[in-house]
T-cell receptor, first 112, second 115 residues
Framework: GENVEQHPSTLSVQEGDSAVIKCTYSDSASNYFPWYKQELGKGPQLIIDIRSNVGEKKDQRIAVTLNKTAKHFSLHITETQPEDSAVYFC???????????FGTGTSLTVIP | GAVVSQHPSRVICKSGTSVKIECRSL??????MFWYRQFPKQSLMLMAT?????????EQGVEKDKFLINHASLTLSTLTVTSAHPEDSSFYIC???????????FGSGTRLTVV
């Protein structure tokens, strides 16, 4: 099965700085990679996703990059704000209709 | 849109009792829903895949007789934790797949505490 690893487990940045979270996956058949933001006591919310036919995707302050050869993908948050503080999960799947395999999560703290 | 509503958000029950958690897709039909369990500061672990009109598919190590899943309609799946024990205390989250462009949408989760 798929194995998704995520680093770092915790990350603290100053407001305005950038934050980068990295994930690796093992299954070369995985082709869909979403990122979720989870606030305390709430369910995960999709913030951005990328498919294997694309190397990079950007949505305002958030971007995701994918390296299929190396089997890793990263989340980039620029100009961080305190409200970005949350736990972020990456996931990998063989398509949106299939099971997700989640990373272990990164607790991001943005210091005002 | 793709909204998934999960209820209750919190529930406290006594050991030995059963608890039902509902997961509804509000603006789309979901033939497949997923149930996850999340322990504090840990990732989401898939418990089972709920298929409308058929039996759920459980992940290895998940007791199907303890975690009963019913997906009787295209908009509702329920998870019943039977004969709950303190070790069942956890955060339970459902997700459903709507239109392709939305991928999976998660419910807001249910915090179960068994005392």
């Amino acid at each position: 099965g798929e194995n998704v690893e995520q680093h770092p487990s915790t990350l603290s940045v100053q407001e305005g700085d950038s934050a980068v979270i990295k994930c690796t996956y093992s299954d070369s058949a995985s082709n869909y990679f979403p990122w979720y933001k989870q606030e305390l006591g709430k369910g995960p919310q999709l913030i951005i996703d990328i498919r294997s036919n694309v190397g990079e995707k950007k949505d305002q302050r958030i971007a995701v990059t994918l390296n299929k050869t190396a089997k890793h993908f990263s989340l980039h948050i620029t100009e961080t704000q305190p409200e970005d503080s949350a736990v972020y999960f990456c996931a990998a799947s063989r398509g949106t209709g299939n099971q997700f395999y989640f990373g272990t999560g990164t607790s991001l703290t943005v210091i005002p | 849109g793709a909204v998934v509503s999960q209820h209750p958000s919190r529930v406290i029950c006594k050991s030995g009792t059963s608890v039902k958690i509902e997961c509804r897709s509000l603006d789309f039909q979901a033939t497949t829903m997923f149930w996850y369990r999340q322990f504090p500061k840990q990732s989401l672990m898939l418990m089972a895949t709920s298929n409308e009109g058929s039996k759920a598919t459980y992940e290895q190590g998940v007791e199907k007789d303890k975690f009963l899943i019913n997906h009787a309609s295209l908009t509702l799946s329920t998870l019943t934790v039977t004969s709950a024990h303190p070790e069942d205390s956890s955060f339970y989250i459902c997700s459903a797949k709507g239109e392709e462009r939305y991928g999976y949408t998660f419910g807001s989760g249910t915090r179960l505490t068994v005392v």
